[in-house]
């Protein structure tokens, strides 16, 4: 089994910075895709950054490019979301959410589809706002 804990949410001012973290525990190594969503009271949950842990491959929604970078730091088995130039339509509840199949994040018509992820962490807020 595993699971997955996510760290780093807070409230920043629009412009600012986070890093969120999940740190995967129990059969890490089964683990191929991981995703990052977030959701808000208004929105149905969104996939943000997608990274393929086996050959390697990194994705992202339109609306975070050039602002987001999701990384993987192998020994600790922990998944990074670097988040710069933060927007208040950042803000909502992020969870990370992973699989042992290869096929979601390497799909591009599956890749956001948060069924098929069946392990989630408990989120963590952010809160982005001046």
């Known amino acids: 089994q595993v699971q997955l804990i996510e760290s780093g949410g807070d409230s920043v001012q629009p412009g600012g910075s986070l890093r969120l973290a999940c740190r995967l525990s129990?059969?890490?190594?089964?683990?191929?895709?991981l995703n990052w969503f977030r959701q808000t009271p208004e929105k149905e949950r969104e996939g943000v950054a997608s990274?393929?842990?086996?050959?390697?491959?990194?994705w992202y929604t339109d609306s975070v490019k050039g602002r987001f970078t999701i990384s993987r730091d192998k020994l600790e088995d922990t998944v990074y979301l670097q988040m710069d130039n933060l927007k208040p339509e950042d803000t909502g509840v992020y969870y990370c959410?992973?699989?042992?199949?290869?096929?979601?994040?390497?799909?591009?018509?599956?890749?956001?589809?948060?069924?098929?992820?069946?392990?989630w962490g408990q989120g963590t807020k952010v809160t982005v706002s001046s």
């Open positions: 959410a992973a699989t042992p199949s290869r096929l979601p994040c390497t799909q591009p018509g599956q890749r956001w589809d948060f069924r098929l992820y069946n392990h």
């Open positions: 990274i393929y842990l086996g050959l390697y491959g990194e």
């Open positions: 129990g059969s890490a190594d089964s683990i191929n895709c």
